[in-house]
């Protein structure tokens, strides 16, 4: 399984952009790479999900370089509800009755200030 | 939003008692999963399942059962509950993934005490 390095937290101001970067350095081809948000007492929500070059949806963008070994997740000007822990997880692409294993590191508390 | 639940969000017992944590989901989803998570701390992977009459043991290792006899239901149970066990127990389902890697919808959680 890959490992993930993210920074453990961070501080951002109400309507800023924020980026956060997540490496796997050891990501396989068959690997997708996955964010997830929790919320104290709740259970994690996925954000997005990516193998390479841009995705974005309604929430969020994720930029992944050629070489995969780092990932960002981008949040556009955040509000105080997204203040949250996120997790970027490596994900091997599964099939039948294997599952993505998803583990979990400790993620990046983001804090967002009035 | 995804359609999973959780029941009791909160459960405060003795230590010996027999508990089952419930969780249900109306997606017909196959696959389901049990984690653990301690406050601050990071999710492990209990107990796993791919299907009707389908279990496994995920990575943490747990004293903990669970039984999927119906496909939108798998509930966790512990025979002889003890403070060790005090955790956030969260449960979770998916889908097979047209692309990617299948995504897992969680359920709410359920905070379990030990006296």
């Known amino acids: 399984l890959a490992k993930t390095t993210q920074p453990i937290s961070m501080d951002s101001y109400e309507g800023q952009e924020v980026n956060i970067t997540c490496s796997h350095n050891?990501?396989?081809?068959?690997?997708?790479i996955t964010w997830y948000q929790q919320f104290p007492s709740q259970g994690p929500r996925f954000i997005i999900q990516?193998?390479?070059t841009k995705v974005t949806n309604e929430v969020a963008s994720l930029f992944i370089p050629a070489d995969r070994k780092s990932s960002t997740l981008s949040l556009p000007r955040v509000s105080l509800s997204d203040t949250a822990v996120y997790y970027c997880l490596v994900v091997t692409h599964a099939g039948g009755t294997s599952y993505g294993k998803l583990t979990f590191g400790q993620g990046t508390i983001l804090t967002v200030h009035p | 939003e995804a359609d999973i639940y959780q029941t009791p969000r909160y459960l405060v017992i003795g230590t010996g008692k027999k508990i089952t944590l419930e969780c249900s989901q109306t997606m017909g989803h196959d696959k389901m999963y049990w984690y653990q998570q301690d406050p601050g701390m990071e999710l492990h992977l209990i107990h796993y399942s791919y299907g009707v009459n389908s279990t496994e043991k995920g990575d943490l290792s747990s004293e903990s059962t669970v039984s999927r006899i119906r496909t939108e239901h798998f509930p966790l149970t512990l025979e002889s509950a003890r403070p060790s066990h005090t955790s956030q127990y969260l449960c979770?389902?998916?889908?097979?993934?047209?692309?990617?890697?299948?995504?897992?919808?969680f359920g709410p959680g359920t905070r379990l005490t030990v006296l």
């Open positions: 979770a389902s998916s889908h097979p993934a047209v692309e990617g890697t299948d995504t897992q919808y």
């Open positions: 990516g193998y390479k």
């Open positions: 050891n990501i396989a081809t068959n690997d997708y």
